[in-house]
């Protein structure tokens, strides 16, 4: 069993910054492909930035690319999304995900931290 926190939301104006965190349970965290994504009021969730286990390769999405980072410190079991020039159209819940499985599925997800950004 995997739990998975995350914190760092909030409310930010346009053109300001957050660092998102989540800290993971568990022995193996340095083994888990980790993700985060998000769901605006009235979406479906979104894939936001990805990175592997060793944090040697990270993806992430078109709309975020060049203004937010993952991250991760296996030594903490913990994992970062850096987020800068944030827009109004980033206002959502993040979540955090892992993918511990040989599948690469994402199989287990946090609560998700709550990110406002004003015009």
């Known amino acids: 069993q995997v739990q998975l926190v995350e914190s760092g939301g909030g409310l930010v104006q346009a053109g300001g910054s957050l660092r998102l965190s989540c800290a993971a349970s568990?022995?193996?965290?340095?083994?888990?492909?980790m993700g985060w994504f998000r769901q605006a009021p009235g979406k479906e969730r979104e894939f936001v930035a990805a990175?592997?286990?060793?944090?040697?390769?990270?993806n992430h999405a078109n709309s975020v690319r060049g203004r937010f980072s993952i991250s991760r410190d296996n030594a903490k079991n913990t994992v970062y999304l850096q987020m800068n020039s944030l827009k109004p159209e980033d206002t959502a819940v993040y979540y955090c995900?892992?993918?511990?499985?040989?599948?690469?599925?994402?199989?287990?997800w946090g609560q998700g931290t709550q990110v406002t950004v004003s015009s």
């Open positions: 568990g022995r193996t965290f340095s083994s888990y492909r």
């Open positions: 995900a892992a993918a511990t499985t040989t599948t690469g599925r994402f199989d287990y």
């Open positions: 990175i592997t286990s060793s944090g040697g390769f990270t």
